[in-house]
């Protein structure tokens, strides 16, 4: 069993290193940080530590930790919620002693000496949760309480199709733990004044077509108007989501910094990371993202997914998770 393999090659590891993936969700960064205090309860000796940057939606979550290079020569990495090298936040993993992934999108080709991939899982939290609970880990409620934001974002609060009655148990198995629910919710969901007035902005001006397909275009004169980045913006996508006329949906937000345009693809039928592969991305089957170099790009994805709705190909519809 592959849990198995993955607790017994930990146990050889004095130093641990746990890397997330670049521009962190609540569940990546909740796998990470859930995963490290579980690690660090469950056996006090060894130095467990979680790499990478927050950015401002994360930070609540907890501290993230500063590693010497040096550390990594007898360290076991182990990189949570990303299936692919390049998309690593901070690219030292890969001079540890050995490499376990734990991920639940769709596999992609890496070399790790374990890798435990299974997109039957809604959140990597889930598939942590369950490493815990069939190993007789220790939870703790500062465990607890991370794993808990990354159930319920990647499930977008038990609402995606991901949802496993396993999702249940394993949200009530930490919802037990002793931590500030209602701050958590509040860090999670309250928005800004400005944060609403931009979501105001997109439903009065987001574009449709017969063929359901929803899409956004947004300026970087935008961005700056409404006083807000692209990340968020892109964290935005699902403002399309449950409309009735929409199948997908697809947000275009203009990237300055590196001189790009951010795709992101959503969906509640047709598959689309075989539509963000074809742009140079990749992800989900019903949650993809790309970056793309021009807006003459981005008028050939609305053509070509346009198309793809209007030929209801029902071959191409998935009810894998998000
Ligand atoms: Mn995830």
Not at 82 to 110: C, Q
Not at 181 to 205: C, R, T, V
Not at 272 to 301: C, P, Y
Request: aromatic share 10%.
């Amino acid at each position: 069993m592959i849990q198995k393999a993955i607790i017994e090659l930990i146990e050889k590891y004095q130093t641990i290193i746990i890397h997330h993936h670049q521009n962190p969700d609540c569940d990546c960064i909740g796998s990470q940080l859930g995963l490290k205090y579980l690690l660090e309860a469950t056996y006090p000796k060894k130095v467990v530590y979680a790499v990478g940057s927050h950015n401002e939606k994360t930070a609540f979550l907890g501290n993230l930790d500063k590693v010497d290079d040096s550390k990594y020569n007898n360290a076991l990495g182990i990189i949570v919620d990303v299936g692919d090298y390049e998309r690593v936040d901070d690219k030292r993993f890969v001079n540890s002693k050995a490499l376990i992934k734990i991920d639940h999108h769709p596999h992609t080709v890496t070399n790790c000496d374990i890798e435990w991939v299974d997109t039957a899982y809604s959140s990597c939290c889930e598939m942590i949760i369950d490493l815990a609970i069939n190993n007789n880990l220790t939870m703790t409620n500062k465990a607890a309480r991370v794993l808990y934001s990354g159930i319920l974002t990647d499930t977008g609060r038990y609402y995606y199709s991901a949802v496993l009655p396993r999702t249940f148990n394993y949200g009530a198995e930490v919802y037990k733990y002793d931590f500030d629910k209602q701050a958590l919710y509040e860090n999670i969901y309250f928005k800004s004044i400005k944060e609403l007035k931009f979501k105001g902005f997109i439903l009065d001006e987001f574009s449709s077509t017969p063929n359901g397909l929803g899409y956004m275009k947004i300026s970087n004169d935008m961005l700056e108007k409404y006083e807000v980045s692209t990340e968020y913006a892109a964290s935005e996508v699902n403002t399309l989501s449950d409309i009735k006329e929409i199948v997908m949906w697809i947000f275009f937000i203009e990237y300055n910094t590196l001189g790009k345009i951010r795709v992101e693809f959503r969906s509640r039928g047709p598959i689309v990371n075989t539509l963000a592969k074809q742009f140079g991305g990749g992800g989900h089957s019903l949650a993809s993202g790309a970056l793309v170099d021009s807006w003459e790009v981005v008028d050939n994805i609305i053509k070509v997914a346009d198309e793809l709705l209007g030929g209801k190909d029902e071959t191409k519809r998935d009810t894998e998770n998000r």
